[in-house]
């Protein structure tokens, strides 16, 4: 695809979908900021990225201070933009009496908090005609055991996402999320999994697809895409790249 003279903003691109969504961009001539939290998975993108127009910068998307100066380097390096992906997430899984204060306080911030504020700084960046992506989640619509308080996080960004849609229409901006199922991220999707864990998780989602495996990082990342640029007479919708999890009945 020619995104020539695109600018885009995609947190949580340093790695996975994120940084799939990240390298098309610039593979098809876009200018992008992508951040990451993770110092090693940062040196990584910038190692990888290096010698193109990509500006790797360090942000939590729980610190209102980071979004806050994240949204101040996108001013002074891009100038007005064409695509704000918000991507990063946090999950972890564990029954309900397992769920400590932190870990319920940490979802929340990154997921929920974190979306906002980087929609409200952000969104003011990007020009008429431009689009704004939610990273959403499978688990959000379905009840999954030991997921409670991650599809809750979820959820919000869901109904963030088409209260925003509502909210920008009056300036032309897209505001859609993409759903990803079961996908082939260094995480999948949940952090702290040992070895063994992710080994079983990879086996349990290849079996819950109806498609019979994960999705790639590149495949969901043409459905954010497709939402950002192609999907001109869409907003507020939820596009699903889960293999038919969410809709299909595995035969």
């Known amino acids: 695809m020619n995104y020539s003279g695109k600018k885009a ?10 940084l799939a969504v990240v390298k098309a961009l610039l593979d098809g001539g876009a200018e992008v900021v992508l951040t990451g939290r993770d110092e090693r998975n940062i040196e990584a993108a910038r190692t990888e990225l290096a010698g193109r127009p990509a500006h790797v910068v360090r942000s ?3 610190s209102l201070a980071d979004i806050t100066a994240l949204g101040d380097l996108v001013e002074r390096t891009l100038g007005p933009v064409d695509l704000v992906l918000v991507n990063h997430g946090y999950a972890e899984t564990g029954p309900l009496a397992s769920v400590t204060e932190a870990a319920y306080d940490r979802m929340l911030d990154v997921n929920a908090k974190g979306a906002f504020f980087t929609a409200q700084r952000l969104a003011p960046l990007i020009r008429p005609g431009g689009a ?4 959403g989640a499978v688990l959000v619509g379905m009840g999954w055991p030991d997921s409670s308080v991650a599809t809750m996080a979820k959820a919000a960004v869901h109904a963030l996402a088409q209260s925003l849609a509502a909210e ?8 859609n999320t993409v759903s990803p199922g079961f996908t082939l991220t260094p995480t999948m999707g949940f952090a702290a999994m040992t070895a063994a864990e992710q080994a079983a998780n990879l086996e349990a989602g290849n079996a819950l697809t109806p498609m019979g495996r994960h999705g790639t990082p590149e495949e969901i990342a043409a459905a954010v895409l497709f939402l950002a640029f192609a999907a001109t007479f869409s907003t507020g919708i939820v596009l699903s790249a889960d293999g038919g999890l969410g809709h299909v009945e595995k035969t």
Do not use: E, M, Q
Not at 9 to 18: A, D, E, N, P, R
Not at 168 to 175: A, D, E, F, Q, S
């Open 9 to 18: 903003v995609v947190t949580g691109g340093t790695h996975g979908i994120g």
């Open 60 to 62: 939590d998307a729980a």
């Open 132 to 135: 704004l992506v939610f990273t």
């Open 168 to 175: 920008l229409l009056p300036r032309g901006i897209r505001v």
